[in-house]
């Protein structure tokens, strides 16, 4: 098969997932999934692309591999610094404020988590998502079974003395159920119940000397997050040289 026909295949076959999907609201983010994949078509196509893109889901797991032992190991060097980067420290902070959104969620008040997300996001969520469901008389019913993976891909530290305003992206894969429905009728309108594994890119920054949620890209951008290259100031190194 030639390139440009590769290239035909893969087109097709993405402009009918785009017309057969069933749109659905994900949880916190307000991003838009595809419960086409859960379908016995979806299935059926999902184990053909599978087997089409091998090579390349190689390459992506590969490249994530290295990712997140690179983000650990800098993380090590920093929590030597300031133990709020050691990896144990990190991994508990995302883990306690992952817990903690999905049941604001659900509860449709953002203000339940206003100390472990940034001021822009939790507004903006409320305003934008949960407000505007409210008034067309849906709920967001957003709930978490467990969290599998928290995988941490890329790294900005900033030049702070304390690294105030660094940022790191994770990749968290957890078993949520996320659905939309009536008030009253109690009928779904968008998505179904039950659980099923996800993947979000999650964003948090370091203020105050707390990690906050900033912000929640869709898994599919985990490739790019692990590609890019770590932000470290030479001073880190400096730093863990004093300390010695």
Known sequence: MTSNQKQLLFTIIFIAILLYADPVYAGPGGTVAKAFFKTWWGKTILGLLTIIFLPLIIYMKTVEFFAVRKAKKELFKIGLINKDFSWLNVEKHVTNTFTRVYKAWNNEDMKEVSEYVNHWYWQNQQSVHLDKWKSENLKN?????????IKPLYLEISDDDNFEG???????????EDYLIDRDSRRIVKGKNGYNSEE???????????WLLDDIRDGDLSLQFAKLKNVIPESISEGILSKG
């Open 166 to 176: 660094s940022k790191i992206a994770f990749s968290i894969t957890a078993n949520v």
């Open 141 to 149: 019913v957003c709930h978490l079974e467990s969290i599998n993976k």
């Open 200 to 210: 979000k890119i999650w964003i948090m920054e370091y203020s105050n000397k707390k």
